[in-house]
């Protein structure tokens, strides 16, 4: 019987550490998967994670000094993360003994096929092809973006959007604008945020 820890890994994936597997989708990101329990001998529950290491620089430069204008905007939640997590989720799983492909992992309501999870995240050829998962497509529903506010600037800058246009789909787009909603925000979404936040992204005003 194949295991579903085999099946990634015939897929790409390669060992992490206790028990881990990473995929990296390009030189910024990648994605690790790990049983909940830390055993892959029939595991009910998985979790996902997305990770890009340069997020964490940027961050750890952000929320470097306790009197940042960063904290009065959305203050950082994973504080000691020097890795880049930019989103995670616990998600059950059915596994089909008989054919691994056809196992299922559920990270909402609905559910997928591992063999089409791997579609997916084969299908991420670039940064634009995750943001737009992420915000837009099927990815939606596998990760919550922790840092919230934080991680679609990183993506934004990345991807060398306009300001205006940042802007404009912090308080506009449909899909964006309804996933600002839950950043819990403590300020309202502003230029001089942007124009800020782009200075610590470029590295014009990192510590270290």
Same mark, same amino acid.
Do not use: H
């Given at each position: 019987?194949?295991? /579903?820890?085999?099946?990634?890994?015939?897929?790409?994936?390669?060992?992490?550490?206790?028990?881990? /597997?990473?995929k %990296?989708?390009?030189?910024?990101?990648y994605?690790?998967?790990a049983?909940?329990?830390?055993?892959?001998?029939?595991? %009910?529950?998985?979790?996902? !994670? /997305? !990770?890009?290491?340069?997020?964490?620089?940027?961050?750890?430069? /952000?929320? @470097?000094? +306790?009197?940042?204008?960063a904290?009065? !905007?959305?203050?950082?939640?994973?504080?000691?993360?020097?890795?880049?997590?930019?989103?995670?989720?616990?998600?059950?799983?059915?596994?089909?003994?008989?054919?691994?492909?056809?196992?299922?992992?559920?990270?909402?309501?609905?559910?997928?096929?591992?063999?089409?999870?791997?579609?997916? =995240? %084969?299908?991420?050829?670039?940064?634009?092809?995750?943001?737009?998962?992420? !915000?837009?497509?099927?990815?939606?529903?596998?990760?919550?973006?922790?840092?919230?506010?934080w991680?679609?600037?990183y993506?934004?800058?990345?991807? +060398?959007?306009?300001?205006?246009?940042?802007? @404009?789909?912090?308080?506009?787009?449909?899909?964006?604008?309804?996933? @600002?909603?839950?950043?819990?925000?403590k300020?309202?979404?502003?230029?001089?945020? =942007?124009?800020?936040?782009?200075?610590?992204?470029?590295?014009?005003? +990192?510590?270290?």
């Amino acid at each position: 019987m194949i295991m /579903l820890r085999d099946f990634f890994v015939s897929n790409g994936f390669s060992e992490l550490e206790e028990g881990a /597997l990473f995929k %990296n989708l390009n030189k910024d990101f990648y994605i690790k998967i790990a049983p909940e329990e830390g055993n892959w001998i029939e595991p %009910n529950e998985i979790y996902l !994670y /997305l !990770y890009s290491p340069p997020f964490a620089s940027v961050m750890e430069s /952000l929320f @470097a000094d +306790r009197r940042s204008w960063a904290w009065s !905007y959305l203050p950082r939640k994973l504080r000691k993360d020097s890795d880049g997590c930019l989103g995670m989720i616990l998600c059950g799983i059915e596994t089909c003994s008989s054919q691994i492909e056809r196992s299922r992992i559920i990270p909402s309501s609905e559910s997928i096929m591992i063999s089409d999870l791997m579609v997916l =995240i %084969n299908s991420l050829e670039s940064d634009a092809d995750l943001f737009e998962s992420l !915000y837009r497509g099927e990815l939606k529903m596998f990760f919550a973006l922790i840092e919230g506010l934080w991680v679609y600037l990183y993506f934004a800058f990345k991807l +060398r959007f306009p300001k205006e246009k940042i802007l @404009a789909e912090i308080r506009s787009d449909p899909e964006i604008s309804r996933i @600002a909603e839950t950043w819990r925000l403590k300020r309202e979404v502003d230029r001089s945020l =942007i124009d800020s936040f782009g200075l610590y992204f470029s590295g014009e005003l +990192r510590t270290g």
